[in-house]
């Protein structure tokens, strides 16, 4: 009669090429899961203020068109004014803003520098002919709006700043 055959466990030798590399795979899988949880994007990255709803160009922005126009968008309540490179643009209101010969259908001609929309609570600073900035200059740009509530008047002034860099 034969013997049922012996189960014998063979154990594979250690190799240390391949624990360095599981051990390399591991990390790299523990850091990707890190950084996609710990990752910030969107809003987050910007951490505006609650009265800014959204600013335009982004902060940082590196690739920004010479005719871009700088754009806040407030929290209702509020209203604002901009200093763009240290110099601060008087702030037209845009019911203020008539133009007597447009005909029905037509749009009404915005004039260069920063309008303010109360409808919508948007500072909007356009650069064209008459102001110091008819296009933006290469290189970075600083922009620094001052807000504040409506009923509580320019003395509860509150300001945030970003840059840009125009290509």
Do not use: C
Not at 61 to 69: D, E, N
Not at 86 to 103: A, G, H, I, K
């Amino acid at each position: 009669m034969e013997s049922p055959p012996t189960s014998r466990r063979r154990f594979a030798r250690f190799d240390p090429k391949l624990a360095v590399a599981s051990l390399a795979i591991a990390v790299g899988l523990v850091l990707i899961g890190w950084a996609v949880v710990g990752g910030v994007t969107g809003d987050d990255v910007t951490k505006l203020p609650d009265a800014i709803e959204d600013i335009t160009p982004v902060p940082d922005a590196v690739q920004v068109l010479a005719q871009s126009q700088v754009i806040v968008d407030l929290d209702e309540g509020y209203e604002g004014r901009l200093v763009i490179d240290d110099v601060e643009y008087p702030t037209q209101r845009l019911e203020n803003l008539t133009n007597d010969d447009v005909e029905p259908g037509e749009q009404v001609e915005i004039p260069a520098g920063v309008v303010f929309e109360p409808g919508n609570d948007t500072l909007t600073f356009t650069p064209g002919p008459g102001i110091d900035v008819e296009s933006f200059a290469e290189g970075n740009h600083r922009v620094r709006v001052i807000y504040w509530p409506v009923e509580r008047g320019e003395g509860a002034a509150r300001s945030y700043s970003w840059t840009f860099n125009v290509v």
